[in-house]
């Protein structure tokens, strides 16, 4: 079992950072996410994302972070939601997950909160290609709001070939980019 599912499992209250995908209705129907704030490292706001030749799309390509290259996932296109314009609330939470610092581009970082591990479901009827990003269902007593979940490591595990290619192409953006400056 992975270290994530055993903290969700354990029956102890955590703290998940939740942030929001927008459907684009003023509001109405927004996606709640949350993700441990264990793994969190830190949110950035938006910033220049370097593309990658011949990566998947929702892989937007890597950020230079202090000088460190990070991946940059796009969660809306990984979850085959509509493309919507950046503005001044999308932001990159950065994680670390199996030891590597990874990026994913939300839309709004709303809160970070308690969830008592009576008020997580585990997903049952998801369906397999949901399933297994997702963690849980907390429902929070307070509100009858539903924050799915996630499960970072799924979200990022990318193929050993594909993991190369990145930072492969990456060093050689990065030199690119620095002898043109």
């Given at each position: 079992?992975?270290?994530?599912?055993?903290?969700?499992?354990?029956?102890?209250?955590?703290?998940?950072?939740?942030?929001?995908?927008?459907?684009?209705?003023?509001?109405?129907?927004?996606?709640?996410?949350?993700?441990?704030?264990?793994?969190?490292?830190?949110?950035?706001?938006m910033m220049p994302i370097s593309a990658i030749p011949k990566s998947p799309d929702f892989l937007k390509g890597v950020i230079n972070l202090r000088g460190k290259v990070i991946?940059?996932?796009?969660?809306?296109?990984?979850?085959?939601?509509?493309?919507?314009?950046?503005?001044e609330h999308t932001c990159i939470i950065v994680m670390e997950v199996s030891g590597k610092n990874v990026g994913m581009v939300v839309d709004v970082v709303s809160e970070v909160i308690k969830i008592d591990a009576s008020e997580i479901q585990t997903p049952q009827s998801l369906g397999d290609e949901v399933s297994h990003?997702?963690?849980?269902?907390?429902?929070?007593?307070?509100?009858n709001k539903v924050i799915i979940l996630i499960n970072p490591k799924e979200i990022f595990t990318m193929s050993q070939e594909l993991e190369e290619a990145i930072w492969r192409n990456s060093e050689k953006i990065w030199a690119f980019k620095k002898s043109s400056w």
């Open positions: 079992m992975a270290t994530t599912e055993k903290q969700v499992n354990s029956g102890t209250d955590e703290k998940y950072l939740t942030f929001t995908l927008k459907t684009g209705n003023e509001g109405v129907n927004d996606e709640e996410y949350g993700v441990l704030i264990t793994e969190v490292r830190e949110i950035i706001g991946p940059i996932t796009d969660l809306r296109t990984k979850f085959e939601m509509p493309e919507r314009p950046h503005d990003f997702v963690l849980g269902l907390a429902k929070k007593t307070d509100s």
